[in-house]
């Protein structure tokens, strides 16, 4: 067997076989009895239903993933790629042109692949325990927002970097580490003002005691904004959510309506002090920094695969060039990314605990942070009890229930 197709499957497969061993300990791990900590807020009938979602979606995620894997396999050692490579080929001339018709069509063939099993999750299991408030319409707009800002602004860097890898010889992979790096920080300047409202509707929070609490607050604390917004996710789902974006002075705060309506005052202000804690801690741009050095890295390594003829045989390809070159060498990178995944997940869960931190030391009101961040998880029947390796791998949030005792730990120290 070719080298390389060993490395892909053995990378496809001990993934997915990683992931299957999480989900069946996570949930294993669940435990009858409701922790101390949530008496009183989640009722036994609710705690058992966090459980059955739990349950079900791991189970869904499950299919989902054995599909998905044995599919990408079937199409992998049956030729699929030189295709997909054929057809693109006979419909457009040029590397460029031709490899934004090869990645259009797998883009595509894998949107109409897992559209089945999103429908089902958005309009059967988020239905069944309550979410889902999206509507077909909505879902169908969704969809082709997406695969359009995909083929305009995914299009053009892949078409960039295509060309850059053709034409700027050995140091071509530092061009496209520029020309990556400088295109995510304009696409995250620009998202708040052009890409978030294709989706969702955002308004200025209406004058009254939160925005007077969350201006004060904000105030004394020496942290310019733009302003604070509400935004309608319940055009989709009950799930609650906050979240700042933008830079400097155009940074703003951002609650779903869905957060405003099942939270007091103070617990608000408490959440948005976590939030702003990300920014006092420097989390945002040290997070920035460390993806910029992960896509140098991901170029650099890239750069050595350009048009590897045994690469493009364990593909079953049977011409060379360089857009096929960026895919294939994405399932040699996966183990890599997992990896990266892993430190990323740690760092931001250490993160977490820090913006909790500030918010009890700044807003003054421990006890608001905790009934909040309680609230929260029984709103979005969160899981009280996910196992270690579950965590280790995928969680980008400390556990709640190692969260609240931080917070307990850290107030006590005040």
Known sequence: ????????????????????????????????????????????????????????????????????????????????????????????????LTGLVFAGILIVAAKIIGLPFDVYDTFVIEEKYGFNRTTPRTFVLDIVKSLLLNAILGGALFALVVWLFDAAG????????????????????????VILPLFNKFEPLAEGPLRTAIEDYARRRGFAMKGVFTMDGSKRSSKTNAFFTGFGRSRRIVLFDTLIAKHTVEELVAIVAH???HYKKKHIPKAILRASLA???????????????????????????????????????????????????????????????????????PDAMILALKKLTVENLGNLTPHPLTVFLSYSHPPILARLAAIRARAAQA
């Open 1 to 96: 067997m070719n080298g390389y197709l060993a490395v892909v499957l053995a990378a496809l497969i001990g993934h997915y076989v990683l992931e299957l061993v999480s989900d069946w300990l996570n949930v294993r791990n669940v435990k009858e009895d409701l922790p101390a900590e949530f008496e009183g807020f989640y009722d036994p009938a609710k705690y058992r239903t966090s459980q059955q979602y739990l349950r079900e979606t791991t189970r869904f995620g499950l299919i989902e993933d054995t599909f998905d894997t044995v599919v990408s396999v079937a199409f992998i050692l049956l030729g699929g790629f030189n295709l997909v490579d054929t057809l693109a080929r006979g419909a457009a001339a040029g590397e460029v």
């Open 170 to 193: 050995a140091r071509a992979w530092l061009y496209c580490w520029g020309a990556v790096v400088a295109f995510e920080l304009v696409i995250m300047f620009l998202a708040p003002y």
């Open 275 to 277: 939030e702003m804690g």
């Open 295 to 365: 896509a140098g890295l991901t170029f650099y390594l890239l750069s050595l695969f350009i048009k590897n003829p045994g690469l493009f045989e364990a593909f079953g390809m049977e011409r060379l060039s360089t857009y096929a070159s960026l895919f294939f060498f994405g399932f040699l990178y996966a183990p890599i990314a997992v990896a990266l995944g892993i430190i990323e997940h740690a760092l931001s869960r250490r993160a977490e605990h820090e913006a909790d931190a500030y918010a009890v030391a700044t807003a003054g009101n």
